[in-house]
Structure formats: C-alpha cells, structure tokens
C-alpha cells in the first residue's frame, strides 16, 4: 500500500482534490494513523527537508508504528519471491535515476560516475538491503548496523553536495530511492 502511495507523490498536483480520500479509503486501509500521516508529510514537508545534517546527532530508533510481525512477514515474501524482488530493485534503481534532483547529487558525489564505480556502488546497496531482509531489525544486529551505516553515507554525501551548490538530499528523494530499492 506504501507503494502504490509513493507512485502519487511525482504526481500529487494531479490528484489534490481526491488524493486524500483515496488515502484514506483504499490505500492506507488498515494502518496506523501515524503512519498514514507520516507517509502523507512526504507529498509537502519532505520535498525541502534535507536527510540529517549532524551524524553524531541522531539516535537510531525504529518508528512507533513498526510492526515486527509484518516485518517478519515482508521477510519471508523477499526469499519467497527473491528473483522477482531483484528485478523489480533493477527498475527501481532505473526509474530513480530518472528524478532530476536525485541525479545531481550522484553526478556531483562522482560515486556513480564510471561504470566501476555504479557496480561497486550498486552492488553494495543490494549487500546491504539483502542484510535487511534477512536479519532480524534489533538494535546491535547486523541490519541495524547497516541501516546507520547507510544513513551516514547519506548525510555525508548531502552535505558534500550542498557544499558544492549542486542541492542536498531531501526526504524525498529518500523516500523515492526506498521506494525504488525496497518497494
């Protein structure tokens, strides 16, 4: 359902006037309401707030609305479907590329910029969203580990970018990067 929520948000002016209600209705059916409103900040707030600045500020903490059972659940659907989840990571990362905002930051970083660079780069991100899927989501295991190490990476890199005027990474452009590699 969060998926079919963060296929609207490139589109959201489209659908203002019924955007809501379809939240409401059909998409988010069964869900916290914290979550619904979380996911509906990223249609407004999201687009000029920056990932974290300060790396020694934040506190890794799951949201109050993480579901381990679902989680567990989501788990299982990965190894079940991994071929297919690959293939859909594979055109999610395409279509990602595709988003102006997201692009400068990686053209600017030069992590992506030979074909050596994209491998490694790419080929440690599916490392690291594998660890997710198949550790259990617990602070000190190795999913969670990874999840800081990742954010990390994120902050570094939106302030070097920033630094050099070519923008930073917004909220959502991370919500759209997730989209694509997580779904």
């Not at 949201?63 to 788990?75: G, H, I, T, V």
């Not at 479907?81 to 988003?99: D, E, H, P, Q, T």
């Not at 930051?105 to 080929?123: C, M, N």
């Not at 999840?147 to 970018?161: D, E, G, N, P, Q």
Request: charged share 20%; hydrophobic share 40%; proline share 3%.
């Amino acid at each position: 359902n969060t998926r079919n929520v963060l296929l609207f948000l490139s589109v959201k002016d489209q659908y203002k006037e019924t955007f809501p209600s379809m939240l409401s209705s059909t998409m988010i059916t069964g869900t916290k309401q914290e979550a619904k409103d979380y996911v509906l900040s990223l249609t407004t707030e999201a687009i000029g707030k920056p990932v974290d600045h300060d790396i020694n500020s934040y506190e890794l903490k799951l949201p109050s609305f993480y579901d381990e059972k679902l989680f567990k659940r989501a788990q299982k659907f990965f190894n079940a479907n991994i071929f297919a989840m690959f293939a859909g990571k594979m055109i999610g990362l395409i279509s990602v590329l595709a988003i102006p905002s997201i692009l400068n930051i990686l053209d600017y970083t030069k992590e992506s910029g030979t074909s050596l660079k994209a491998y490694r780069r790419y080929l440690a991100t599916i490392f690291h969203t594998v660890t997710w899927y198949k550790e259990e989501l617990k602070p000190g295991s190795m999913s969670w580990k990874s999840l800081s190490a990742v954010r990390k990476r994120h902050i570094i890199s939106s302030k070097f970018a920033e630094k050099g005027q070519s923008g930073f990474i917004s909220q959502k452009d991370m919500a759209f990067t997730q989209f694509g590699f997580l779904g």
